[in-house]
T-cell receptor, first 117, second 110 residues
Framework: DTEVTQTPKHLVMGMTNKKSLKCEQH?????MYWYKQKAKKPPELMFV???????INESVPSRFSPECPNSSLLNLHLHALQPEDSALYLC????????????????FGSGTQLSVL | KNEVEQSPQNLTAQEGEFITINCSYS?????LHWLQQHPGGGIVSLFM???GKKKHGRLIATINIQEKHSSLHITASHPRDSAVYIC????????????FGTGTRLQVFP
C-alpha cells in the first residue's frame, strides 16, 4: 500500500461549523505533513509531525488544530474558519522528516477541497 | 525573489514533442523534488534528486549542483502528460521543509 488517503474529498462548511479533515497512510512513514494550496499557487506548509510529535507549526492560526493520534493517522480540526481559508488541503508523508535516503520521496494524498461560506 | 524559480510558467506542445522544464534555486540543497499535479489536486512525486540524473519511462530529471539548476524532460509527450509540474527543494540548513517553485502548467495537444 503506497497511498496516502484523505477524507473527505470535498467539504463545504459555514464559519461557525466545526469539522475535521483526515489523513491516513500505512507505509510505516514517521513524518506527516499538512499543506494548504490556493488556486494556481504552490502548496504552503502548515504543520509537520515527526514520530507523532508536532515539530513544525508555520505560524498557522489557532482555528486550525492538528492532531496525530497514532503513526498512521493525521487529523486537521477546523473551527471558526474564514472564507479566505477556502483552499485545497493536502496531506503528505515521508519515511523520516530529516534523513533522506537515496530514493526517498514524498507521498501526497489527493487533497480535500474546502469551501468556507 | 522566490528561492526556487521555474520556467516557463506555461507551456503548450503538440503530441510527440520533447519538453523541457527548468528549475533554478538559490540556496544549497540536500535534495530536489519534481512533482506532478493534475487538475483535481492530487500530487505525484516523480523524482527526488541529489545529484546526476534519473530516468523513469519517458521522464528524465537532471540536476547540476554547482549551477543550482535542475531540468525535467519529457520525451514523446502525450496529452495525458498535461499537468502542473512543480520543483521543490530541501535546503541543507532547513531539511524539514520543501521550498516550492511556482509550477509550470503544461498542455499537450493531440
Amino acid at each position: 500500500d503506497t497511498e496516502v488517503t484523505q477524507t473527505p474529498k470535498h467539504l463545504v462548511m459555514g464559519m461557525t461549523n466545526k469539522k475535521s479533515l483526515k489523513c491516513e497512510q500505512h507505509m510505516g512513514h514517521r513524518a506527516m505533513y499538512w499543506y494548504k494550496q490556493k488556486a494556481k499557487k504552490p502548496p504552503e506548509l502548515m504543520f509537520v509531525y515527526s514520530y507523532e510529535k508536532l515539530s513544525i507549526n508555520e505560524s498557522v492560526p489557532s482555528r486550525f488544530s492538528p492532531e496525530c493520534p497514532n503513526s498512521s493517522l493525521l487529523n486537521l480540526h477546523l473551527h471558526a474558519l474564514q472564507p479566505e481559508d477556502s483552499a485545497l488541503y493536502l496531506c503528505a508523508s515521508s519515511q523520516n522528516q530529516r534523513v533522506l535516503r537515496a530514493n526517498e520521496k514524498l507521498f501526497f494524498g489527493s487533497g480535500t477541497q474546502l469551501s468556507v461560506l | 525573489k522566490n528561492e526556487v524559480e521555474q520556467s516557463p510558467q506555461n507551456l503548450t506542445a503538440q503530441e510527440g514533442e520533447f519538453i523541457t522544464i527548468n528549475c533554478s534555486y538559490s540556496v544549497g540543497i540536500s535534495a530536489l523534488h519534481w512533482l506532478q499535479q493534475h487538475p483535481g489536486g492530487g500530487i505525484v512525486s516523480l523524482f527526488m534528486l541529489s545529484s546526476g540524473k534519473k530516468k523513469h519511462g519517458r521522464l528524465i530529471a537532471t540536476i547540476n549542483i554547482q549551477e543550482k539548476h535542475s531540468s525535467l524532460h519529457i520525451t514523446a509527450s502525450h496529452p495525458r502528460d498535461s499537468a502542473v509540474y512543480i520543483c521543490a527543494s530541501r535546503a541543507i540548513k532547513a531539511a524539514d521543509k520543501l521550498i516550492f517553485g511556482t509550477g509550470t502548467r503544461l498542455q499537450v495537444f493531440p
